[in-house]
């Protein structure tokens, strides 16, 4: 008999299902966001959550699980960056993007085409701190730097953002950017 049929197992396997549950549309925002590309995204969130269920009782224990696990989310897209897969395209240029009525649609598109562009570091920076609402102390955690250095990203990403996207845009950052330097 398994070690995990107990009701112990139930209930800590129920405990993870329901936290995933809860969670995942939020975690497959926030690596779409990271690399860009829906089916990466959805490789990126299984990678995460399979490591998330092997590591379910640290995580269960730790102080702020959302952290933890966005965390978990950040270095597993950092890692799988790395690795020589990662820069095969399977296609010769990016499919064109369908066109939109909406304005915001528009720019949400611009946005992300913007994002796309900038270093990995950056991208990643202002994903967490701005798309996943984290403080700059978790955001450092999470990748493995000093805060210094997330403000100092933080402050070089807003403003190539600022200066990739101009106009009405410009404004909302640069208001962003004077409270991250401060």
């Known amino acids: ?26 975690w497959h925002r926030a690596a ?3 690399c860009g590309d829906a089916h990466r995204a959805d490789d990126l969130v299984q990678t995460t959550l399979t490591k998330l269920y092997v590591h379910w009782g640290r995580a269960r224990a730790a102080d702020k699980i959302d952290y933890y696990v966005h965390r978990m989310l950040v270095r597993t897209f950092i890692d799988e960056r790395r690795l020589a897969w990662s820069k095969v395209w ?3 240029a990016t499919p064109e ?3 939109a009525s909406d304005s915001s649609v528009e720019d949400r598109d611009l946005v992300m085409r913007a994002l796309e562009e900038l270093p990995s570091g950056q991208r990643t920076v202002l994903v967490m ?13 999470a990748m493995r730097c000093s805060p210094g250095n997330v403000k100092a990203q933080t402050f070089r990403g807003l403003a190539a953002l600022r200066e990739r996207l101009g106009g009405e845009f410009a404004g909302a950052l640069a208001g962003e950017a004077r409270a991250v330097s401060a």
Not at 1 to 11: I, K, L, Q, S, Y
């Open 1 to 26: 008999m398994r070690g995990d049929a107990t009701p112990e197992g139930d209930r800590e396997t129920q405990d993870y299902v329901d936290y995933v549950s809860a969670r995942l549309a939020r």
């Open 129 to 141: 701190r701005f798309l996943c609402d984290m403080p700059v102390e978790e955001v450092a955690a």
């Open 32 to 34: 779409f966001l990271l």
């Open 97 to 99: 993007r369908g066109t």
């Open 90 to 92: 399977l296609m010769s």
